[in-house]
């Protein structure tokens, strides 16, 4: 009798996970002007950073560091409140820092850099791959598959992909694979249509692939690689500070690097337009992003709060989260997030409410109408379409706030818009009476 064959297994123990926080999230301003892209409030109770950190606890991986720099306070708080690990699992999700030591002034420079300077924390632990993710993503994805391939390729360096049409190709990272899905080219932001041409997927791979429609379809990056542990250390023995810029691009000529194809849905929440459909996508009957999906649930830190309390309102798709007082208002295709106070008469249409951090005291509420100061949330008799409220602001009365007639984009000292989305910045107040 033949000997079982022996396929190539990675044990999630063996596994270091790395999430990349990002830099100034300048294109998500004003929600990075007081938190950093990671911390971003999403679909109503979530931040951004509790989708790979979820992804990762739902394969398995249980060893996770998060690298930021920017506006890193709230993260802070939130990742200390949502994930503890018991003793005896040797699970952590811990946040590194930039600093500044008597070596190295500098912050960090990019991906690839942020990851080398914080290679003296990650050698503290054993580990024979490192799985590097994004925090700004919204997708789910098993990573127990991506590692059973890189193990089964014998790759020193595996990056997630997935097959995009052509006008979505010019916006991102486009590979080239061989008949094993080697990688053998990589070209960032082809606007070239030759260029383009030369990179496309051959029609007869669609079904080995996966890929349904006979549209053209390209092998784009999503950010996601597994590294080899020395094959890591050996590509940032340099000063090249970007994975996508610089190392991988490298790498490709001199090391096994191959493509891991995903198929399901993928965003790259980097600006306001791109934020603001994704959460509007999830008010949809048939989302294409399913927070419902209990196979692979989505974790965040756990409140405590009462349920919401609809008084009489009328509301149609939409997410509505916990410890929200809703009076007879009208919503449609709106996400409420936590502890959203609405007004009798109002009217909220393509908007997202971040939530509060705090339920206001009666004695906040008298003191600040008393002074014609609004409430927290959302006043009565206010119209808010295709605008995001951040958290804590206060909307009075009889406000209209609504981006038609304006510039796409615009910095006013009550709200900006960005993406022709109407954004009213935390803490914001909108006068009585006001109309935007």
Known sequence: MSKPEIRPHIEPGNVLSVIMGGGQGTR????????????????????????????????????????????????????????????????????????????????????????????????????????????????????????????????????????VRRPEAQSLGIMQIDAERRITRFVEKPKDPAVQDSLRLPRDWHPTLEIEGDDDFFLASMGIYVFKRDVLLKLLDNTL??????????????????????QGYWEDIGTIRSFFEANLDVTSELPRFNFFDMSAPIFT??????????????????IVSDGCIINHANITHSIIGVRSVVGAGSNLHRTILLGCDFFESEASIFDNESSGRPRIGVGTNTRIDNAIIDKNARIGNDVIISPAHKPENEDHALYYIRDGVVIIPKGGVIPHGTVI
């Open 28 to 163: 998500l301003f004003p929600l990075t002007r007081e938190r950093s892209k990671p911390a971003v409030p999403l679909a109503g109770k979530y931040r951004l950073v509790d989708i790979p950190i979820s992804n990762c606890i739902n394969s398995g991986l249980k060893r996770i560091y998060l690298l930021t720099q920017f506006n890193s306070a709230s993260l802070h708080r939130h990742i200390s409140q949502s994930y503890k690990f018991d003793h005896f699992s040797g699970g952590f999700v811990e946040i590194l820092a930039a600093e500044q030591t008597f070596t190295d002034t500098s912050w960090y420079q990019g991906t690839a850099d942020a990851v080398r300077k914080n290679l003296m924390h990650l050698l503290n632990h054993d580990f024979e791959h490192v799985l590097i993710l994004s925090g700004d993503q919204l997708y789910r994805m098993d990573f127990r598959k991506l590692l059973a391939q890189h193990a089964a390729s014998g790759s020193d360096l595996t990056i997630a992909t997935i097959p």
């Open 301 to 318: 830190r756990p409140r405590f709060l009462p349920a919401s309390k609809i008084n009489g309102a009328e509301i149609d798709h939409a």
């Open 241 to 262: 500070t970007d994975f996508g810029k610089h190392i991988i691009p490298g790498a490709i000529n001199t090391h096994r690097v191959y493509s891991y194809v995903f």
